[in-house]
């Protein structure tokens, strides 16, 4: 959308205005791009040219090496490439993954009406803090979970009825949205635990089911805000057509909702891209990613900016091309919704 | 579906027609998503109350737990942890006793009106009551490590001070770019996608950038520190210095975050009001200090809230950039909790994410009643959006 301030002189900036707005621009463009430029010259200085001080322009004040890329990506080829490629494999599927549950979900609770009841969802709690505590007990984690997952099934069967009381959409959604309050540290050893046990740790998939997991209460927020801003008449027609939920979801919603798509994808990408946290505890050489690459360039001696600077400069160049090319969708696509109200 | 209409005898139609029964669909958009987290947050969340109340060792084949009670938290506020976690307590000075009775007099004025308008039901006084006692508490060990002579402040404080500052400097300025980048200057959109950057690099990759800028003699700006003859000081090793660069990084950082949602919010908006009022001969500081800025409220309020529990969580700043020193002035609590985890003190690592959760828990509630809920209700001209804050 054109800004559509541009075509009124009653809202021009004066000359003055002008030139201070394009002052503020730069000052702070400066303060973005500084640290940028100097992680770029610092890719380029040998190891004695970072450490005798700082040299500011690349064949004036000192000469540039390509020696730090090379050793990156030829002499050390597989140990750079490997958690490149976990780096995007692991990005790209969880953003899709967290994406495609989340938009669902944020779909149902915008169309759908679900009255949850209290009575089950308290029975659900009670059995797996039941399966918990028996496992700590020292029961075998097989025998407890069959067992919650059967006590669970006959209670609700039985007594599933008595709970009158029930939950609304609004408590659904928030309860989604509240999981981002967790702070990983709170949930990361059991979830070690559980990728242990299913031999799963150090492996993509282990990372690719966290991260969706973290980033899906982001999707709903985003997506349910978007979609509640899509006019229901057009769902309605094709309803009294005979079309089925799903084919309106695929055929109409997603179409019309792209921008909101794209800007949340965008979104969730660089989080599941730059995640350290997780990976830290969940990860350690098959599926390390670029995060613990960065961070390990931390020897005896100091730190080694300058191949630090190399792989920063590897992380950073494909997201800023993805926001390049996908830029008129991010300020249309982001919280249009929320904005709307 | 009618039993009558549906295919008989054939299993896959039958099947067919369940799948377009309505009440089946509507579980099937919901509950792909609720199993997920349910299996990795809620799950492991109860896990972890568990490992908080017992003492972890390995044993052949694995390990095992022991039930120790309260032990773990025990350590956290009097043992071992205390010095980490609170920091070193003493008697605040006279500054500090007056923020201190301020604080406890605003918010006991605060807890005195709700009572008085008596439009909040019991159980919602009862939740005020404690929330305003938690604040009270938080404002004593304030003052207690900030504002007294000898005293430092640990993870927990360092924590907050980090996410309130943070935020409230990302906000300001996120604000003023957005602004900026709305008045149809040309090459707004070269700004817009620059002023994004920094969003996209690796927390990791920042902390390392910064430590390299900040340094006092290799980095760029080390010209100036030599002008002012401070070669010799590192802002690494004094506390409050080290903090601040912490929350330079942070603000760096997340900046655009802000900024590109109050954007959006911007760009969307009804400029016929704004326009009206530019008739009526409202100068430009007046149309936004009384139009654009109300109308933000909202976005604002749901913005705030996102970035503040993100924030919360912050660990790769400090362990990166400071490694948490000077001694331990710079950890927040998850980077404790990890290095807990680390020394194999999983039950203690647990124990302090559980507290940490219990914060953000607290500070969120009553984010959510007390702001965000009125924000986005007193909105005019919209409604309560569905997701955030209901």
């Given at each position: 959308m054109r800004n559509p301030l541009q075509k009124r002189s009653a809202r021009d900036l004066s000359a003055r205005g002008k030139a201070a707005a394009y002052a503020l621009m730069l000052f702070w463009s400066l303060i973005v791009v500084f640290p940028l430029y100097w992680l770029a010259v610092t890719s380029l200085k040998n190891p004695i040219q970072v450490t005798t001080g700082p040299y500011y322009v690349p064949f004036v004040d000192f000469q540039p090496t390509l020696s730090n890329w090379t050793y990156m990506l030829i002499d050390k080829g597989s140990e750079t490439l490997r958690p490149l490629g976990n780096t995007v494999i692991v990005g790209l599927s969880s953003s899709v993954l967290a994406l495609t549950l989340g938009s669902l979900a944020a779909y149902g609770l915008t169309r759908f009406r679900y009255r949850p009841r209290v009575g089950v969802i308290a029975l659900g709690i009670g059995v797996i803090a039941l399966a918990c505590v028996s496992m700590v007990l020292g029961v075998p984690p097989a025998l407890a979970f069959t067992v919650a997952v059967a006590v669970f099934v006959i209670l609700r069967l039985y007594?599933?009825?008595?709970?009158?009381r029930t939950l609304g959409n609004d408590d659904i959604a928030f309860f989604l949205i509240s999981?981002?309050?967790?702070?990983?540290v709170a949930v990361v050893i059991p979830i070690y635990v559980l990728f242990q046990r299913l031999g799963l740790l150090d492996s993509l998939l282990a990372l690719i089911v966290t991260y969706a997991a973290t980033n899906l209460p982001i999707v709903v927020w985003f997506m349910s805000d978007y979609f509640a801003g899509v006019p229901i008449e057009l769902e309605e027609a094709a309803q009294v057509d005979g079309a089925s939920p799903y084919r309106i979801f695929w055929s109409i919603i997603l179409p019309v909702a792209r921008p909101g798509l794209v800007a949340t994808f965008l979104l969730v990408l660089v989080f599941a891209w730059n995640e350290y946290l997780l990976a830290l505890f969940?990860?350690?050489?098959?599926?390390?990613t670029m995060p613990l690459m960065v961070a390990a360039q931390n020897a005896t001696r100091g730190p080694q900016y300058w191949y630090m600077a190399v792989l920063n400069m590897i992380m950073i160049i494909p997201v800023i091309v993805f926001a390049v090319i996908l830029e008129r969708y991010i300020t249309r696509g982001l919280l249009t919704g929320a904005v709307k109200g | 579906m009618d039993p009558e209409t549906r295919p008989r005898g054939r299993v896959l139609g039958a099947l067919k027609a369940e799948w377009g029964n309505p009440s089946v669909a509507r579980n099937l958009f919901l509950w792909p998503a609720l199993l997920v987290v349910l299996g990795l947050a809620l799950f492991p969340l109860v896990a972890s109350l568990v490992l908080a109340f017992s003492f972890f060792s390995f044993s052949e084949g694995g390990f095992s737990l022991r039930w120790v009670g309260l032990d773990n938290f025990a350590n956290i506020v009097s043992g071992p942890q205390a010095i980490i976690y609170l920091g070193r307590l003493e008697a605040p000075s006279p500054l500090g006793w007056v923020v201190f009775l301020g604080g406890s007099a605003l918010v006991a004025w605060a807890m005195w009106r709700t009572i008085r308008s008596g439009r909040v039901r019991p159980i919602g006084l009862l939740l005020r009551g404690v929330g305003a006692a938690a604040v009270i508490a938080f404002l004593w060990l304030f003052v207690q490590t900030?504002?007294?002579?000898?005293g430092f402040s640990g993870s927990l404080v360092t924590t907050l001070i980090y996410t309130f500052v943070g935020t409230g400097v990302e906000y300001l300025l996120g604000l003023g770019l957005a602004m900026l980048t709305i008045?149809?200057?040309?090459?707004q959109k070269f700004f817009r996608v620059l002023f994004l950057i920094?969003?996209?690099?690796t927390p990791v990759g920042v902390a390392y950038m910064f430590r390299m800028l900040i340094?006092?003699?290799?980095?760029?700006?080390s010209p100036i520190w030599q002008a002012l003859g401070?070669?010799?000081?590192?802002?690494?090793?004094?506390v409050w210095a080290a903090r601040a660069c912490i929350i330079i990084g942070d603000v760096w950082q997340w900046t655009p975050f802000m900024f590109i949602v109050l954007l959006a919010a911007l760009e969307g908006r009804d400029l016929e009001i704004e326009e009206a009022g530019l008739v009526d001969g409202a100068s430009r500081w007046q149309s936004f200090r009384h139009i654009t800025l109300p109308g933000l409220v909202p976005v604002s309020a749901t913005v705030v809230f996102i970035r503040m529990i993100e924030a919360f969580k912050i660990i790769d700043l400090p362990n990166i950039m400071?490694?948490?020193g000077p001694g331990t002035a710079t950890e927040t609590v998850s980077m404790q909790a990890y290095l807990s985890w680390r020394g194999f003190d999983l039950g203690g690592s647990a124990a302090l994410a559980y507290t940490l959760l219990i914060v953000v828990t607290l500070v969120s509630l009553s984010y959510v009643t007390l702001v965000l809920r009125r924000a986005r209700a007193n909105a005019i001209g919209t409604s309560v959006g569905r997701g955030s804050g209901s």
């Open positions: 007594m599933g009825r008595r709970f009158r999981q981002r309050i967790l702070p990983p969940l990860a350690t050489t098959n599926a390390a | 900030v504002f007294a002579p000898g008045q149809g200057l040309s090459g920094p969003m996209t690099i340094d006092t003699s290799l980095g760029p700006f401070l070669t010799q000081f590192s802002p690494f090793s004094d400071t490694n948490g």
